[in-house]
Each structure stands twice: as structure tokens, then as C-alpha cells.
């Protein structure tokens, strides 16, 4: 008899989900949509779709630089962005505990119409569940979406090649040690602002200008070293990133030093990394830093050969290291 | 300050559930597609899509004729059908708490596999968040759909004419009082069995022979009841039906005699209401009756002008009464 059990390193965006993911979900419901294992599905309708959901539980449900419902709209705009679609609907489905006030609940929802309004998304369809008090911790939200997808080279693993470079449009680690200092009530303290928000008018005016991206997605659970850590895993191709060139904000660097947290493994949910032809990435970084969204974009380093399924980081001081992807959870429900 | 709380009865499917839907979610979301209000988004791309969306957080998650993996594909599905589109895709979103055993996931996403296969669908996307141990009771599910539209007629409230004939597919009540007794440990004294099914192989067929169907719904949370006041309430219109035309299984119906409920107010999983024009109504009773699935279908009542807004239902006694819509709810959590 099979007695293992559900972690909450299951749920961290690390191997212990992705293990979950391909020993479970993919042996059973497996098909050519879903094994593609993107955070969006491209459906070939006669127009070409995106799908994408996503459940978000953050706690605190209020934090600085967002809240649930922001996060819940901004994550499935940004998943529908990262397979080169323009966001057009979503769906909202709310599980709330009893007693819950409805002034928190109007909060939440008028934060989704702004988020939505911003992210030129309409809510389509909802559900709404109500649960015994303490069925649920407050409240959870799901969105899907679906979006047209609008880049003619369909964005995935299969395009990447060696010498291509590797772009992050804005500083890491904000999200999620917004959520820790607003958690331990450091919020004042270290001042970090979580980067929750739409990327739709920071990334279409690039999809519709470069030709030559291969693949985006934005670092949410598990940081960039988990995206980056996917991505090799996934097409056995290498990839080597510069530590100097990471753009961490002051404050998320100093929190981290002092909480002995690394931001490369830190939850963001207003960034992208986008993998591109090297003669255009900087045509790339150039029109990011055109846009508020982007200003601390930069190219981050580029995929190699050698050695194969690794992420690689060459340090300040000229050294390297492997980078893994993230084992257990040190921070969950930051989304 | 606002001080009002969510209450279960805010989750029910009834009418505390529709006030709150009108005076926060369609207030502050409210746009063209939406205000529709059907259980799925009817989405005009240049292929016309539905989408739909769903959360499942019954109790017990394993009830008889069912669990909570084989009702979210069927929860989700029956909603597209319902707005005459042929299901397609599905998302699959999963909140569990931490310490839920593998083994009742695996059970639950075979359940999923299945009930994929046997109405068509395919899992194109998905999501899992893993929450501490308490902050959710066991797992919730949240599916949301994609199906093509190949119904010609756009179904909804618009196209219902008194004289319109009011069929449902088969016997009331069962998905509800299958987990009341399965709660209450009464399963084996009542034996009665969820409805919970796919309907694609019972509503296609009725979609491509008949031309004059105006609307479909699945009576889910608040029963048969609510979706007939759903009906009158939103078209102005009346509905009469009669008591000794309800498909009623003999167990339901001692089971809600001892219990003393209503069957029209229990949910169902597995049944549609269908309005169509009078002279085609005895053919797709017919053919639903060709179906195992639709064994007991019948015509129960039909739309009239008056007395507007209102459910009357002649009672075997020849009385009549007006059917309200649910206020409270008797059972939460039954899907």
C-alpha cells in the first residue's frame, strides 16, 4: 500500500512538484496539450488559443504591492503572455469560509476590476463556493484564461539553442519577500513592494517587433533558478547566468543577507524571462527599458552545450556553481 | 462600515447566492459576456467558444456513484453542453492541504482520467497548490472548460415563448440525497446513487436533430427549483409544472419523506432542464428516452405569460403553489 503523502514541498514549484506532476498527473491525463507542461495550453482551435488556470492562496491575502485578487488576475494574464497570447477572458472562481467579511470580499473583487481593467482582460465566468468556517484559510481564488495567441513561432524548449541569450525584464525576488517581511511584520522595515502586475503593455510591443524569441515565462514559485532549472532539464541544453548581472533591489538584497535567503530562489510575479536569438536581445533589452516595467531589464546570461541539464552561475569573484532547483519550500502560499 | 459576513447560504445556489453575484460581482465586473449569467461565458471568436468554470470542494469526496475528481469533469462539462457546445478542454486546478495521502490523489486523478476519456475532454492545463495542513479541508478542484459552440441558436433565456415546453433528462435528486445519506451514514439504508455523469452522448444528438431548443441548464446547487426561478426571474416569464410529472426515484423519494426535503431544491450532477418549442417536445423526449442516460426523461410543465416572475407547480391534488427559490441552504457542500 502506497502510504506517501502530500507535502507542502509538493506545492513549492520544486522537484518535489514536478516529480508529482510527471509520476502522476502526466501518466494519467498525459496528452500532447498537456505534456507540453507550459503554464498555458496552446489549443489549435482554427484561432489559436492559450488556456492557462491557476489557484492562488497567498496568506496574507493583503500585501504590499497587491493582494489576492491583483495576484489571481496578474498571474494568469502573465502565464497567457509567456506563450505569445494577448489575454481576452478569464474565468473567476472564488472558495470562501463562512463569516468572511463581506467589506474584505468587495475589496478583493475591486482590485480584480482594476487588475483586470489594466490587463485588458473581461471576466468571463465565475463560481462561487462557500465553505464551513475553517473548511479554508479565508479565501481561495482561481482564474483561467484564455488568450489569442498572436507570435507567429509557437514559444517553447523546442527553439532554444545554444549561444541564445537569456533576458529578465525586472529585479528578482520582490513577490516573495514581500510576502515574508509583511508575514513577520518586517513590512516596515525592509520596505519591499511585491512586483505584481500585468506585463501585457511591457511584452506585446516586443512580440510584435522581434522575431526571434524562442521562449518566456514568468518566475513565479520556486524563483528563476527553478524556471531556469525546467528549461535544462527539459531540453538537456545548459545555461549560464552572470551573478553580477541579476537585478536585485537594494532592499530584497539586504533582506535576504539577513534572512539567509537566496533571490534567485525567490517568488516573483512581474517579471519575465525571455530566451532569444543573441542578435536581438539587446534590441530587446533596449525596448524593455523603454517601458516603467522594464527599466532594470537585462540580459542575465545565455544557454550553452555544456554541461547538459546543468544551470551554472559564474559568482562575483569568477568562481562557478550548479544552481538545482529548489528541493523544499522555505516560503509557502506566496501565491 | 460594512459588517455584513459571507454566509453558507451566500454559497447555495439560491437567492442570498444571486444577490451577492448581482449587487458585487456583476457591479464591479459586470461586461456583455458576463451579464449573461449562464454557467458558462459564451466568447465570440471568430470559432465561438464557451468557457466555463467550476470549483468542487464536496464532502465527502468520495460518495456513491462518484468522488470529487469524476464531478469536476462532469460538473464543468454539463456546463458547456448546456450552452449547446461540445466540450473540448479542461483545466485542472488542485488545492490540497499537506498530509493528504498519495494514494487518495491517485484515486482521485484516475477517477479524473476516466471521466475525461468518457465525455470527450482533454486536461490541457493545470495547477497545484499545497496549502498547510488545516487551511483546506482534504483537496478542492477547481476545473474551468472550453467547448466549441455547434448549436446554431444562441441558447438562453432570450429565445423562451410561453407555450415553450419545459423537459428534464431524467430522475431528480439523486446527487444530492446520495451524499446527505452517504453524510449522514444512511447509504446503505437508502441506496441511492449520485446521477453525477457526462451528458455529451445524451445532449449532442438532441443538439444536431432538433432546431428549436431556446435553452438548457443543469440543475446543480438549489436544485430544479432554483433554475426554474432563475428562469422566470430573469425573463419576466411564468412556469408551471406539475408534481406527478417529476421524475422521482422511489428511494429519493422515501428519503426525503423520512427527512422531510424537498427533492426540487436538491442538487443534481447528472440531469438537464431543457425548454424548447411545444411541437418538438415529444421528439426529444423520445429521444433522451433512447439513451440510458435518459431512460426518464419527460416533459414536466410549460412556460406561460403569468403569473410573471413565478414557479407555480400543480400539485396531484389538483392545488397549485408557487415554488420559491432557495434561501438557505439545507446541504452545503455537494459539489
Redesign the interface.
Known amino acids: 500500500?502506497?502510504?506517501?503523502?502530500?507535502?507542502?514541498?509538493?506545492?513549492?514549484g520544486g522537484s518535489p512538484?514536478h516529480e508529482?506532476?510527471k509520476g502522476?498527473?502526466i501518466r494519467?491525463?498525459g496528452?500532447p496539450?498537456?505534456n507540453e507542461l507550459?503554464?498555458?495550453?496552446r489549443?489549435n482551435?482554427?484561432?489559436r488559443?492559450a488556456?492557462?488556470?491557476?489557484?492562488?492562496?497567498v496568506?496574507p491575502i493583503f500585501f504590499p504591492g497587491g493582494d489576492i485578487g491583483k495576484l489571481a488576475i496578474c498571474g494568469t494574464v502573465n502565464d497567457l503572455l509567456m506563450l505569445g497570447a494577448r489575454p481576452?477572458?478569464v474565468?473567476?472562481?472564488?472558495?470562501?469560509?463562512?463569516?468572511?467579511?463581506?467589506?474584505t470580499?468587495?475589496r478583493i473583487?475591486?482590485s480584480?476590476?482594476v487588475a483586470?481593467k489594466n490587463s485588458g482582460v473581461?471576466?468571463?465566468?465565475?463560481?462561487?463556493?462557500?465553505?464551513?468556517k475553517?473548511?479554508?484559510?479565508a479565501i481561495?481564488i482561481?482564474t483561467?484564461g484564455?488568450g489569442?495567441i498572436i507570435y507567429g513561432r509557437p514559444l517553447g524548449l523546442a527553439g532554444i539553442k545554444p549561444r541564445d541569450k537569456i533576458i529578465i525584464t525586472g529585479n528578482i525576488g520582490q513577490h516573495g519577500l514581500s510576502i515574508l517581511a509583511k508575514r513577520k511584520d518586517l513590512g516596515l522595515a525592509f520596505n519591499i513592494k511585491s512586483d505584481c502586475q500585468p506585463l501585457n503593455s511591457l511584452i506585446i510591443p516586443v512580440l510584435k517587433k522581434v522575431k526571434s524569441i524562442k521562449f518566456m515565462r514568468d518566475p513565479t514559485r520556486g524563483g528563476i533558478a527553478t524556471t531556469l532549472n525546467e528549461i535544462t532539464q527539459n531540453s538537456g541544453l545548459s545555461v549560464e547566468i552572470e551573478e553580477d548581472k541579476l537585478p536585485v533591489s537594494g532592499s530584497v538584497r539586504s533582506a535576504c543577507e539577513l534572512m539567509g535567503i537566496d533571490p534567485l530562489y525567490v517568488a516573483n510575479e512581474g517579471i519575465a524571462v525571455i530566451i532569444a536569438g543573441r542578435t536581438d536581445a539587446d534590441k530587446i533589452v533596449c525596448m524593455l527599458k523603454g517601458h516603467p516595467l522594464g527599466r532594470n531589464a537585462r540580459i542575465i546570461g545565455e544557454v550553452k552545450s555544456s554541461p547538459r541539464f546543468k544551470v551554472v552561475l559564474r559568482t562575483t569573484v569568477g568562481a562557478s556553481r550548479i544552481v538545482g532547483m529548489l528541493t523544499a519550500d522555505p516560503l509557502?502560499?506566496i501565491?
Open positions: 500500500m502506497d502510504k506517501r503523502k502530500i507535502l507542502l514541498a509538493h506545492g513549492s512538484m508529482l506532476i502522476l498527473f494519467k491525463l496528452n496539450v498537456l507550459s503554464d498555458s495550453a489549443i482551435y482554427r484561432q488559443l488556456f492557462s488556470t491557476d489557484s492562488f492562496v496568506k481576452e477572458y474565468s473567476l472562481a472564488l472558495i470562501m469560509e463562512e463569516g468572511f467579511p463581506y467589506q470580499l468587495e473583487v475591486s480584480i476590476a483586470a473581461q471576466v468571463a465566468t465565475g463560481d462561487m463556493k462557500v465553505v464551513e475553517g473548511a479554508c484559510d481561495f482561481n483561467s484564455i489569442r509557502p502560499r501565491c
